[in-house]
Nanobody, 127 residues
């Protein structure tokens, strides 16, 4: 059974950094994309970043493009999201999700492409 689990959420000051981890189990990352999403209170869930095992492509939401990086360690079944220069608008529950097979990240992720979701981890940025 495919599962993913997030960790690393915390309270951080504006301008600080945080690294989130997504650990996969029940499948190998090779043929799947892993994406990070976030949802703030009263707002829709939005895709933040994505990395594809199928073609190596990545995607970043414009507002995080120069601040966030995504990486994967297939041997550890781990995908990390490094977040730098955090601001209050980054505060949200962050989710990682695994895609259906052979999904690319050359375009923004869509909810229907992602079938396996974690429980979320809270990121709070204090200003």
């Amino acid at each position: 059974q495919m599962q993913v689990a997030e960790s690393g959420g915390d309270l951080v000051q504006a301008g600080g950094s945080l690294k989130l981890s997504c650990t996969a189990s029940g499948f190998t990352l090779d043929d799947y994309a892993i994406s990070w999403w976030r949802q703030a209170p009263g707002k829709a869930r939005e895709a933040v970043a994505c990395i594809s095992g199928a073609d190596g492509s990545t995607y970043f939401k414009d507002s995080v493009k120069d601040r966030f990086t995504i990486s994967r360690d297939d041997a550890k079944s781990l995908v990390s999201l490094q977040m730098n220069s955090l601001n209050a608008e980054d505060s949200a529950v962050y989710y990682c999700a695994a895609s259906r097979p052979f999904i690319s990240c050359r375009r923004p992720p869509t909810l229907y492409e992602y079938q396996t979701w974690g429980q979320g981890t809270q990121v709070t940025v204090s200003s």
